[in-house]
């Protein structure tokens, strides 16, 4: 019995090595001849696919028991034979995994690398983005296509690729490198952004576990790194804050970590000659030679608690540091609580950078106010509410303010106070 077992073991044995040899065998022989059916493949895949595919160059090869494709010259097009060229590669590889295309019956990527090449998307007035050339009702179909076929790779690489933003007849353009690996649901993923036309460039280092769709079943980790040349050059980003840049550099630290369905955030910013004004107002620009803040913030039972420390703020010749912030925004009321500030240092900051109206400035630069709040607190209930209420609470300990306007003024006052909107 055990030796008729081991006959057909080794017969089972001899069989599946012959068969690996019959398929890797007729694998290379078909690969080898993709290049004389290229027409009749490009056309039997714009059949099954939302846009127009056109290739330069088209080969196959085989590797390990993967067939493998080349492409030189891809280009994606849509209806619109005047609208530039949305997507175009240099050079295109893709290995397919046979396993897994059979288990799921539609094709699976083992591997995808993009060498070279431009990604043109339109940014629309509301912000909307759109690959060039392709219709709207395409959009969506594209970009299941991308989902299903590229995103669910094994191994996924962009190199050197242009991506171009156009907005109101501006084109801007970045290069894009990118890295992503995935095992099952664990995705791990670098990718870089360097905009020559902007001075600037962003790194992002991401892994997770879990489908972002669900947000409540994911856990992952992202760290962005950033860097700023001239600020004056990302108007239309600051614009969406009500922001005019007009001069700095700014670099950026974030760390975000998603743990199903909680969120912890750290960020580290610093500046150097940031001049930033309202836009669209007569108001004086706020200017910040140097600018520093760590802070972190949790989100939890639907509410964000956030701290921040050494917020250092240096600008017209004095220099302010402010230990401390914690705080609490949840269901429209915000509460904020610093520490130990050094009222006189503080407000010849806000009267000498322009960070306050010119009526407050002479008010302030007349009380000339000294001391220290040793504790300040500032909460607003339902803040998107013009009739909001808020609170502004205070201990103070050797305060000095001169006289004004017939009121008195203080020498050496202590003791706490409180505001509302009432008085």
Do not use: C
Request: net charge negative.
């Amino acid at each position: 019995m055990l030796q008729r077992l081991t006959t057909w073991l080794w017969s089972l044995i001899v069989l599946l090595i012959v068969l690996l040899a019959v398929y890797s065998s007729a694998g290379r022989l078909l690969m080898g001849n993709v290049a004389q059916y290229q027409q009749q493949i490009i056309e039997a895949a714009n059949q099954r696919l939302p846009f127009t595919l056109e290739i330069d160059r088209l080969s196959g090869s085989w590797r390990s028991l993967s067939p493998r494709l080349e492409a030189r010259g891809l280009r994606v097009l849509g209806d619109d034979p005047q609208a530039p060229v949305g997507l175009e590669f240099n050079s295109l590889f893709l290995e397919l995994d046979v396993f897994d295309t059979l288990r799921s019956m539609s094709p699976r990527l083992f591997a995808l690398t993009a060498r070279g090449g431009r990604i043109h998307v339109d940014v629309s007035a509301d912000g909307q983005l759109s690959i060039a050339g392709i219709p709207g009702g395409n959009q969506g179909n594209l970009t299941a296509t991308l989902n299903e076929f590229v995103f669910n790779a094994e191994a996924l690489t962009l190199d050197e690729l242009a991506l171009e933003l156009d907005r109101d007849e501006v084109t801007r353009v970045s290069f894009v490198q990118a890295e992503l690996q995935r095992d099952g649901d664990f995705r791990r993923v670098q990718l870089s952004l360097r905009a020559p036309d902007r001075d600037a460039w962003f790194r992002l280092a991401a892994e997770g576990d879990g489908s972002l769709t669900d947000f409540r079943s994911f856990s992952g980790l992202f760290h962005l790194k950033s860097e700023l040349g001239d600020l004056a050059l990302f108007d239309d980003l600051l614009a969406q804050a009500g922001l005019e840049p007009l001069s700095g550099r700014v670099e950026n630290d974030l760390w975000l970590k998603l743990d199903r369905g909680k969120v912890q955030v750290a960020n580290r910013l610093a500046g150097e000659s940031v001049a930033l004004k309202q836009r669209d107002t007569e108001a004086s620009p706020w200017n910040f030679e140097r600018l520093g803040v760590t802070a972190a913030a949790d989100y939890r039972d639907q509410a964000w608690d956030f701290r921040a420390r050494d917020i250092e703020l240096i600008g017209a010749g004095r220099s302010v540091l402010i230990p401390s912030l914690t705080g609490r925004y949840g269901g429209g009321d915000i509460t904020l609580r610093l520490a130990d500030l050094e009222l006189g240092t503080l407000s010849e900051y806000l009267a000498g950078a322009g960070l306050l109206p010119d009526t407050a400035q002479d008010v302030l630069s007349r009380l000339s106010p000294t001391g220290e709040l040793e504790q300040v607190e500032f909460s607003v209930r339902d803040i998107m509410n013009t009739e909001r209420d808020w609170r502004l609470s205070t201990n103070f300990r050797g305060i000095d303010v001169e006289p004004w306007r017939g009121a008195p003024g203080l020498s050496n006052a202590s003791g706490f106070a409180v505001l509302n909107k009432d008085g």
